[in-house]
């Protein structure tokens, strides 16, 4: 159980586009999720925090008008990087946390490495 | 913010040795830690917890020491085998006002690799 996916694996995408990332909770209902960026050889960096139905909370220095998230439901969660550059290259990561009853487990899911040209 | 820029350090081992992974965690009001292990292209995968409230956990072949005093996290683990080499991290859970449960910083990380 607590399985979190992550669509898509990869994606490869031009300079000025925009990417959405899906994460997913499948057999839980999760009421926060968490969006990470990793660098290579490089920590996770929390971007966000994102709860069922409201506003997504930013850490400082993530632009919130470049990553945006919408937790438009109690098992989806999407990351949608606009306006990609090659510097948003990097491997994204998402968690999520059941209700209240999970405490403070997150499950994370299994990332999306991106690719702007 | 944390750990921009770093690298990972590394920690080589013989088959069977044990191994001891070090962390010093910052927040001394982090009342949760995770310890995760990371392979090439994968997500985190959740290896053990402890509660700010002990000193020591134990589960299969993985132990866990937490001295809050000087804010440092361990991770031991016996007879290592080839299969433990990827990059191992220590997370600690930070209380949010606005959201009970907190959120997890983590820490730099560590690249074991096990000879055969």
């Known amino acids: 159980g607590a399985v979190v996916s992550q669509h898509p694996s990869w994606v490869i995408c031009k300079s000025g586009t925009s990417v959405k990332i899906e994460c997913r909770s499948l057999?839980?209902?999760?009421?926060?999720m968490f969006w990470y960026r990793q660098f290579p050889k490089q920590s996770l960096m929390l971007m966000a925090t994102?709860?069922?139905?409201?506003?997504?909370?930013?850490e400082q220095g993530v632009e919130k008008d470049k990553f945006l998230i919408n937790h438009a439901s109690l098992t989806l969660s999407t990351l949608t990087v606009t306006s990609a550059h090659p510097e948003d290259s990097s491997f994204y990561i998402c968690s999520a946390r059941p209700g209240a009853s999970g405490g403070n487990t997150q499950y994370f899911g299994p990332g999306t490495r991106l690719t702007v040209l | 913010g944390e750990n921009v820029g770093l690298h990972l350090p590394t920690l080589s081992v013989q088959e069977g040795d044990n191994s001891i992974i070090n962390c010093a965690y910052s927040n001394s009001a982090s009342d949760y830690f995770i310890w995760y292990k990371q392979e090439s292209g994968k997500g985190p995968q959740f290896i053990i917890d402890i509660r700010s409230n002990m000193d020591k956990r134990q589960g299969q072949r993985v132990t866990v020491l937490l001295n809050k005093t000087v804010k440092h996290l361990s991770l031991q683990i016996a007879a290592t085998q080839p299969g433990d080499s990827a990059v191992y991290f220590c997370?600690?859970?930070?209380?949010?006002?606005?959201?009970?449960?907190?959120?997890?910083?983590f820490g730099q990380g560590t690249e074991l690799s096990v000879k055969p």
């Open positions: 057999d839980f209902q999760a009421t926060t």
């Open positions: 994102s709860n069922e139905g409201s506003k997504a909370t930013y």
């Open positions: 997370a600690e859970n930070i209380y949010m006002i606005y959201n009970q449960g907190g959120k997890l910083i």
